[in-house]
């Protein structure tokens, strides 16, 4: 059976020092793996996606992860916090199969705080 | 510019009281789906529409329908909402065919049932 945990529900850092939210995942078949944001009264938006090209994947506004498959994680980082960057992220793991065609499914979230 | 709309945003009802949010993408993707996000929990899956006319149960689907007429629009209809759908729901779309596919959201609609 799949599924995804984020170890941290909240994460707090200082603003300029590094981002570490954490993601692990249990799948049986190749799965696909995600990292979505959703900014105050806003939705899900894509941050960056491994699709089993390149284990390190970049994404948008300076965030990249990277898929072990050893470890089964995909934590994602980024060097240098901003106040922007206040949000709560999401992992999901998507994989093909079901009747639905394919299946994702999320984890619990991380909220992280930037303090100035 | 590429979007996923739900209506209304916010809504507060009384418990029975039918109920429904509408949705629409303009991206002509096959599939779409309704999630609902509750703290601790992220988000289910409530139901997904494969195409037209084609719709099944996700992992919560109790006390909610939904129906696929037109490409476009999703709606979620609760029959008879009672204080435990209380939640932030989200319409979701994306392409068929490829677990790798990006899924787009809407805004969300916050939903209070009392």
């Known amino acids: 059976a799949q599924s995804v945990t984020q170890l941290g529900s909240h994460v707090s850092v200082s603003e300029g020092a590094l981002v570490l939210l954490r993601c692990n995942y249990s799948?049986?078949?190749?799965?696909?793996l995600f990292w979505y944001v959703q900014y105050p009264n806003q939705g899900l938006q894509l941050l960056l996606k491994y699709t089993s090209a390149a284990t390190l994947v970049k994404g948008i506004n300076g965030f990249e992860a990277e898929f072990k498959k050893s470890e089964t994680s995909f934590h994602l980082t980024k060097p240098s916090a901003h106040m922007s960057d206040a949000a709560e992220y999401f992992c999901a793991v998507s994989w093909r199969g079901g009747p639905g065609g394919f299946k994702t499914i999320f984890g619990a979230g991380t909220r992280l705080f930037v303090k100035a | 510019e590429a979007q996923v709309t739900q209506n209304p945003r916010y809504l507060i009802t009384v418990t029975g009281k039918k109920l429904t949010v509408t949705c629409s993408q303009n991206?002509?993707?096959?599939?779409m789906s309704w999630y609902r996000q509750d703290p601790g929990l992220g988000l289910r899956q409530i139901y997904y529409?494969?195409?037209?006319?084609?719709?099944d149960k996700g992992d919560v689907p109790e006390g909610y329908k939904v129906s696929r007429k037109e490409k476009r629009n999703f709606p979620l209809i609760l029959e008879s909402p009672s204080p435990n759908q209380t939640s932030l729901y989200f319409c979701?779309?994306?392409?068929?065919?490829?677990?790798?596919?990006?899924?787009?959201f809407g805004e969300g609609s916050w939903l209070t049932v009392v």
């Open positions: 979701a779309s994306s392409r068929t065919g490829d677990s790798g596919n990006t899924i787009y």
């Open positions: 529409s494969m195409n037209v006319e084609v719709t």
């Open positions: 799948s049986s078949v190749p799965p696909y």
């Open positions: 991206m002509n993707h096959e599939y």
